[in-house]
């Protein structure tokens, strides 16, 4: 069980989106979820996104998994990283869930890193929020201010940049934690070979948003009205101030209309960007094996990463699973609740789910595809 060491109330006013700050025991006697044998395990796997990052000369040259073997990289200078290890690692999951006082929709992935003396990234900007926990050994860590920086060797696609000006130096220990919001420059330094754990949070783009916009227009066939206006320019080649603002308020009352937003953004959010761990079942799970197995003690959980999310004020009471929609009855609000706000159910909880036929459908169907399962 993880459990964070400060005051959230007080983390969520003063620093979160605003400024990075360095928490000394966010948790306390930190213990490792993971070991280096195991995560370097995770990176021998063809579904696992993993790469090993080489320091040379104040270079960085990225080595995309998956990866068997570190012979060649010696001692120092190197570090693994391992993203969605809470997809594929369970013992994970319960660090995770110590960071839930942020909504589900936001979190990104758990990222774990291996990393020997000397290793680390250099000076980068990310755009999403990120707090880095010091497991075994230790990190130096450099923080900037927000600012304009140039992009490393003019290369605008990607996140590293040539160098900034620390405001914030820090060396972590174990259970030592640094919060960086977007748009802060940052870099580590590895003094002892490190077991660290990021714990990312993104909120999506404008362009994301557009995207998953066009995409549901086009699919659904909406989205058809096209531009009027009374009257013309008289050079054929302009397009008028009036009509420029035209086609802006056309798309914008595209945007606020909640039939066509609440979709999309729940399909949206409820996504992962990693691939989730499914294995669905090789024959047909049934609604009497499932009374049965919950009758005889069995707990219902849902498989690392996967997000169940609701829309406040939602018409239609629905429930948003790994990017697909499902309607329940407007009486089923509280239980629907139930299910998206806990990760484990206990016997009790589910017992009280399997009341109500619709969702006894809903939770069989999850099992079958994978998305949920069935522990003693």
Not at 234 to 244: K, L, M, N
């Amino acid at each position: 069980m993880y459990q964070v060491n400060f005051d959230i109330a007080d983390f969520l006013t003063n620093y979160w989106q605003k400024k990075p700050v360095v928490i000394k025991q966010a948790f306390k006697d930190f213990h490792d979820p993971i070991s280096a044998e195991e995560l370097a395990g995770l990176a021998c796997e063809e579904e696992v996104a993993s790469r090993v990052i080489l320091t040379e000369q104040n270079q960085w040259q990225i080595i995309p998994g998956p990866i068997e073997d570190y012979s060649a990289y010696g001692e120092q200078d190197w570090q693994l990283l391992v993203q969605a290890v809470n997809h594929w690692f369970p013992d994970s999951i319960a660090l995770v869930e110590a960071f839930r006082f942020i909504p589900d929709w936001r979190f990104d992935d758990l990222m774990v890193s291996f990393a020997t003396p000397g290793g680390g990234v250099g000076p980068h900007i990310d755009n999403y929020d990120v707090f880095l926990l010091q497991g075994s050994g230790a990190r130096r860590w450099k923080v900037g201010d927000i600012g304009k920086y140039r992009p490393r060797n003019g290369d605008t696609h990607t996140a590293l940049i040539d160098d900034f000006d620390p405001m914030l130096e820090v060396t972590l220990e174990k259970g030592g934690m640094l919060y960086i919001p977007p748009g802060f420059p940052h870099c580590a330094k590895t003094l002892s070979t490190a077991l660290s754990y990021s714990i990312g949070f993104r909120a999506p783009s404008q362009q994301e948003l557009f995207s998953s916009l066009a995409d549901q227009l086009i699919d659904q066939n909406t989205g058809l009205k096209r531009f009027t206006s009374n009257g013309e320019p008289t050079s054929p080649s302009c397009v008028s101030t009036a009509q420029q603002q035209g086609l802006q308020a056309m798309l914008a009352e595209l945007i606020a209309n909640e039939t066509t937003m609440q979709p999309i953004l729940g399909q949206l959010l409820s996504q992962n960007r990693f691939e989730l761990d499914l294995c669905p079942a090789d024959e047909p799970y049934t609604k009497e094996m499932l009374i049965e197995d919950i009758g005889h003690g069995a707990q219902l959980c849902r498989v690392g990463g996967l997000k169940i999310i609701q829309l406040e004020a939602d018409p239609l009471n629905r429930l948003f699973i790994d990017g697909q929609s499902h309607t329940l009855p407007e009486h089923l609000q509280p239980l629907a609740t139930l299910l998206s706000d806990n990760i484990h159910l206990s016997q009790a909880q589910t017992s009280t789910l399997l009341a109500e036929p619709e969702l006894v459908t809903l939770i069989v169907e999850l099992i079958n595809s994978g998305h949920m399962y069935l522990a003693e």
